[in-house]
């Protein structure tokens, strides 16, 4: 019998990386370790951190994954090679981490990753010096691209370092001295004990009125009960919902808790953090993928240790080290930039409410039009529900008005109705803003030879080229690909035989040049907006009157509140709803509400004109009537007798392989396989919408199952009847919310 000293003592390590579980490691006699610990293991030749973790999952039945690896003998076991000095993550969130693990189907290890976004490496950091931003910029700075890439990371308002800038903007250390000399950026001493000044719960509290007070004391009180609870907080544009779920964070501060809120876009959310400092006095910490490698550590280690309060970021935010959680916010929770697609597929909106759960701290989703699940789960008492019905200050919702395109049709070769035209001059003349929205960039979607009927295809992805005009270029927007425009069609060598078919942004922004020549015009997409710094200005501009008519993609549907802004036309409203997306109606509605809600949002009244070949489409009539319960209602009609969420459970199987054959091969193994059983479907495969992207072939399958059949147990057993060939993937989305 071996002594007890010569017995090792094992201690699981759970690595950020794609394996199916923690491996074991022998911990040396002079290293005392617990779960959560944070530490460095010898794998392979190399040295990796990770986490000590739990011998035994908490997960109840329907997640527990099948076990992973096979047992090391003692003897062979690898010593953890030290202890590294970070605060352990505590039990929530690793039960956290097992959790979304086994609820997505992904290797535990790939979320561990996501909460050990940052360099492990390293003792407490020294005083350093880093920069700020200098507010307004000096008046003579000449502006070079390296300078501008500089000011647009900067505008975020973080501090960084000289090293944190030059690797994140992609410049030379000079550049950064160089806008320093400037009076472009000024130094600012990193204290690395609190780099966090404190949000101040009683800054600046507002003046609240009716309905708002009633919200805004049912938010405080839920956050008082430090006890799991979702409320959804739902009421039209500019009602007040911002103003109010600040409270509720005002009252997790008194309360020395620490508030997350997570936006759909983080980087788009300037006008957000300014409210922010004006209800509490300084900014909130912000957490998302471009923050310096710094910021980063600091807001790490500040959710660790409590010093920081207040996290404002982008979904992966998530999974931070809060030690004393009290409240997540997900504001605009109907978004699908929720879902994450890539990696860990998993939607931060139903992840938070998760973390509340097994936590036990309340969660607020925030939407003027809620997701059906959401509504959903009001209905059936679950989410507490808070509706504000008017907007704040007297302000009145937009008027709508549908304009049939088949009765007032654009001249040839135009996209722009000469109503919705007359429209847009005679606010114009009133000195008043008006904004045109398409929700597609470039100049044309397809570009088609008129002799030989050739479509300019992306070689990679089953997707037409987008011609970009000004940089006259074709580009895919699934990959990379960027090719010139040809001078002759390359399938029948035709010359000036290419032409441009639909409407793109950059079209919509030349037709409007002609017919409004002396109007101040500004574009808003992502390609004319570099980063957050242009985005901020750009809304600055509209906000200051310098501006007439704004053109837009959805960069303009975002919270923005444009108090000159008195007309909205969207140019095609039926955009959205083409395709197979069970969620198609639904999104177009929010994303065109939300568009429609950047009018009137002042005293002037606001109008929006939606162009339609299909005003009887339930959609136009929604938005017509502005009866969204209406058309909730009729949707959760159309959804509940086939058990289409939220009133059944959904998963889908991308299979995907590099030749047509292979894919079609790996999908019939799985369609072979399929489960059955009551309230049990499969359906597919099928080749899937973009059946070919980036290179790869891909096949869709559907498991579609009633809502008190839990989908995970049923897909690993099915996962692993099927074996696959190499160069055969299969990826779980769970709850899918694209369907392309
Ligand atoms: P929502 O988030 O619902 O779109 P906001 O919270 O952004 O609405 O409010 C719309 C506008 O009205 C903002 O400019 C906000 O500052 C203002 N506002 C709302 N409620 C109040 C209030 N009680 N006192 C002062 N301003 C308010
Ligand atoms: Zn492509």
Not at 285 to 308: F, P, Y
Not at 393 to 402: M, N, R, V
Not at 473 to 479: E, G, T, W
Request: with cysteine; aromatic share 6%.
């Amino acid at each position: 019998m071996p002594s007890p000293a010569a017995q090792a003592r094992r201690v699981p390590v759970l690595l950020p990386m794609p394996f199916a579980g923690a491996f074991d490691y022998k911990a040396p006699a002079d290293m005392r370790l617990r779960a959560g610990d944070i530490v460095s293991v010898p794998l392979g030749n190399r040295r990796q951190t990770g986490v000590v973790w739990d011998s035994q999952s908490a997960l109840p039945p329907d997640l527990a994954q099948p076990a992973p690896n096979k047992t090391v003998a003692d003897n062979r076991l690898r010593a953890v090679a030290e202890r590294l000095d970070l605060p352990p993550l505590n039990a929530e969130l690793r039960h956290f981490v097992d959790w979304v693990a086994a609820y997505t189907l992904s290797p535990p290890g790939m979320v561990l990753a996501m909460t050990l976004r940052l360099h492990m490496k390293g003792s407490a950091p020294a005083p350093a010096t880093g920069w700020m931003v200098q507010s307004p910029a000096p008046t003579t700075l000449r502006m070079t691209p390296a300078r501008q890439s500089v000011l647009a990371l900067m505008a975020d308002g973080t501090t960084r370092t000289t090293t944190d800038i030059a690797s994140a903007a992609g410049v030379s250390a000079g550049v950064v001295k160089g806008l320093a000399d400037a009076g472009a950026l000024r130094p600012v001493l990193l204290e690395p004990a609190r780099p966090f000044a404190q949000p101040d719960p009683l800054h600046h509290p507002p003046t609240l009125e009716g309905a708002q007070e009633d919200a805004a004391a049912a938010l405080r009180q839920s956050v008082r009960e430090k006890k799991f609870s979702v409320t959804l907080l739902e009421g039209v544009t500019g009602s007040g919902k911002t103003e109010i779920y600040l409270e509720a964070i005002a009252a997790c501060l008194e309360q020395g808790q620490q508030a997350l809120v997570l936006l759909p876009e983080i980087a788009l959310s300037a006008q957000w953090m300014e409210r922010f400092t004006r209800r509490f006095g300084v900014r909130p910490a912000v957490w998302h993928s471009e923050i310096g490698q710094k910021a980063r550590r600091q807001t790490w280690l500040g959710a660790a240790d409590g010093s920081v309060t207040v996290v404002v970021g982008a979904r992966s935010a998530l999974f931070l080290p809060f030690c004393n959680p009290g409240l997540i916010i997900v504001d605009e929770e109907h978004e699908s930039l929720f879902k994450q697609e890539e990696g860990v597929i998993y939607n931060a909106r139903d992840m938070a409410v998760v973390r509340g759960r097994l936590a036990g701290f309340p969660v607020v989703v925030v939407s003027a039009t809620p997701s059906l699940e959401t509504l959903a789960n009001a209905q059936a008492g679950r989410y507490q529900r808070l509706v504000l019905p008017t907007r704040h200050g007297g302000a009145s919702l937009p008027q709508t008005h549908l304009l049939d395109m088949r009765d007032a049709p654009p001249e040839r070769g135009m996209f722009l109705s000469p109503k919705l035209v007359k429209d847009i001059a005679a606010t114009l003349g009133r000195e008043e803003q008006a904004m045109l929205f398409l929700n597609r960039r470039g100049y044309a979607p397809l570009t088609l030879c008129r002799t030989c009927g050739h479509r300019m295809e992306c070689p990679h992805c089953t997707a037409w080229l987008v011609e970009h005009r000004n940089r006259q270029v074709l580009s895919c927007h699934y990959c990379d690909h960027t090719e010139p425009m040809p001078p002759v069609c390359p399938s029948c060598k035709t010359e000036h035989s290419l032409t441009a078919i639909g409407p793109g942004i950059e079209r919509i922004t030349e037709e409007a040049r002609q017919l409004f020549p002396d109007a101040r015009i500004l574009v808003m997409s992502s390609d004319t907006l570099g980063g957050p710094a242009a985005t901020a200005e750009a809304v600055a501009k509209i906000a200051r009157r310098e501006v007439d008519l704004i053109i837009g993609t959805q960069i303009v549907a975002k919270g923005w509140h444009f108090p000159h802004l008195t007309l909205v036309g969207i140019v095609d409203a039926d955009l959205g709803l083409g395709g197979a997306d069970l969620r198609a109606g639904e999104r177009t509605i929010q994303l065109l509400h939300q568009v429609a809600g950047r009018a009137g949002r002042a005293s002037a009244p606001g109008r929006v004109v939606l162009q339609s070949y299909t005003p009887e489409h339930p959609v136009m009539q929604a938005l017509l009537s502005g009866d969204f319960d209406q058309f909730m209602e009729q949707e959760a009609e159309q959804r509940r007798p086939g058990f289409w969420p939220p009133y059944g459970r959904l998963a889908a199987l991308i299979i995907s392989a590099d030749t047509p054959q292979a894919a079609d091969e790996a999908a019939a193994r799985f369609g072979r396989t399929a489960p059955y059983g009551e309230g049990i479907q499969v359906l597919g495969p099928a080749p899937a919408p973009l059946a070919l992207l980036r290179g790869r072939h891909r096949r869709r399958l559907l498991l579609r199952t009633w809502r008190n059949i839990a989908v995970q147990p049923i897909l690993h057993r099915w996962l692993g009847l099927v074996q696959l060939d190499r160069h055969m993937r299969v990826e779980v989305d769970i709850d899918p919310v694209s369907f392309l």
